[in-house]
Structures are given as structure tokens and as C-alpha cells.
């Protein structure tokens, strides 16, 4: 049995993804790529079959790898019920950059991820541009995500 190292659960050997969460639980390789581009954000809108999402908080070397089944709510909370993954963004100072307990969600519909600010403090931003609360925005692999004042970057992995 290995132990998820985010929210605790006890999976079987050989499972790459957190059966309960769906945090990557051994390290999952990535194509070569760039991670921070600049230009013009012009990436996929349809995430690849295994359903999982890199999320490239600041300038931190290591990313989030996830396995989205449902939604995935981004904040300061850690907790996991109901098929919903709670990321908690603490460890990347979020407390300080303006970060909501519950600022964002991210919706899988099929192949497509949504952005909805969830009514947080200090706002979300897609590609610069502030999301109104409660409003779904389809994102695109390579999107930028601002949380109050918290930059992630949002990649499809392939």
C-alpha cells in the first residue's frame, strides 16, 4: 500500500494517481516543453483521455500533477469529499498573495476544463482579464490564472 502524501488515503502499489484525490503519487513524465510562454495563448481547449492537469504555481520547480474526475477547487482549504479535490495553495504562500479558503474552481465536462471564481476576497483573473464570480470560463492549456495576487499556470498534459 502507498500513502497519499495530500490527503492521506491508502492506495494499492503501482497506482500513479490517488485513487481518492487524484494527486499524481509517483512522479509522471512530461513532455518537453516550455512552461512559462509569454506569447499569445493559443494551447488546446480539450484536455488529453487520462483526464490530468499540471498546475505551475509561480516559479516553483516542481508542478502539481492531477488527475481531474470532476472539479478541483484551488484555495487554502485541504479536505476531500464527495469527488471533490481540495488543492491547498498554503505551502505556496497563499495566505499572503490574497488567496480565498475556497477562491476557484476548475469543472471538468468531458474533454473541456472550466475556471469559476468562487465569490473569493481578492478575485481571479484569466489571461489578465478579471472573471466575474459564479461565472464558468472554459480554459486552455498554457492559461494563466491569477488567484488574488497567486500566478498558476494551467497545462494539459498530453
Same mark, same amino acid.
Given at each position: ?23 499524481? !503519487? +509517483?512522479?509522471?513524465? $512530461? =513532455? ?7 506569447? =499569445? ?7 488529453? #483521455? @487520462? *483526464?490530468?492537469?499540471?498546475?505551475? %504555481? *509561480?516559479?516553483?520547480? /516542481?508542478?502539481?500533477? +492531477?488527475?481531474?474526475?470532476?472539479? $478541483?477547487?484551488?484555495?487554502?482549504? #485541504? ?11 498554503? =505551502? ?5 498573495? *490574497?488567496?480565498? &479558503?475556497?477562491?476557484? &474552481?476548475? $469543472? &471538468? ?8 471564481? $468562487? ?11 478579471? !472573471?466575474?464570480?459564479? +461565472?464558468?470560463?472554459?480554459?486552455? @492549456?498554457?492559461?494563466?490564472?491569477? !488567484?488574488? &495576487? !497567486?500566478?498558476?499556470? %494551467?497545462?494539459?498534459? /498530453?
Amino acid at each position: 500500500m502507498q500513502l497519499c502524501p495530500h490527503c492521506g488515503y491508502d492506495n494499492y502499489e503501482g497506482v500513479v494517481f490517488c485513487e481518492k484525490c487524484g494527486i499524481a !503519487l +509517483v512522479p509522471v513524465p $512530461l =513532455a518537453t516543453r516550455q512552461f512559462i510562454d509569454e506569447d =499569445a495563448h493559443t494551447g488546446t481547449d480539450r484536455l488529453g #483521455s @487520462d *483526464g490530468v492537469l499540471i498546475l505551475q %504555481v *509561480g516559479a516553483e520547480d /516542481a508542478p502539481i500533477m +492531477v488527475q481531474v474526475k470532476e472539479e $478541483l477547487v484551488l484555495g487554502r482549504l #485541504s479536505a476531500h469529499d464527495g469527488g471533490i479535490t481540495y488543492i491547498n495553495l498554503t =505551502a505556496y504562500g497563499a495566505a499572503d498573495r *490574497g488567496v480565498s &479558503r475556497r477562491h476557484a &474552481r476548475l $469543472l &471538468r465536462d468531458g474533454s473541456a476544463i472550466y475556471l469559476m471564481d $468562487l465569490n473569493s476576497t481578492n478575485g481571479t483573473h484569466l489571461n489578465g482579464d478579471p !472573471l466575474p464570480s459564479g +461565472v464558468e470560463q472554459r480554459i486552455r @492549456d498554457g492559461d494563466e490564472i491569477m !488567484l488574488g &495576487r !497567486l500566478k498558476v499556470y %494551467v497545462y494539459f498534459k /498530453a
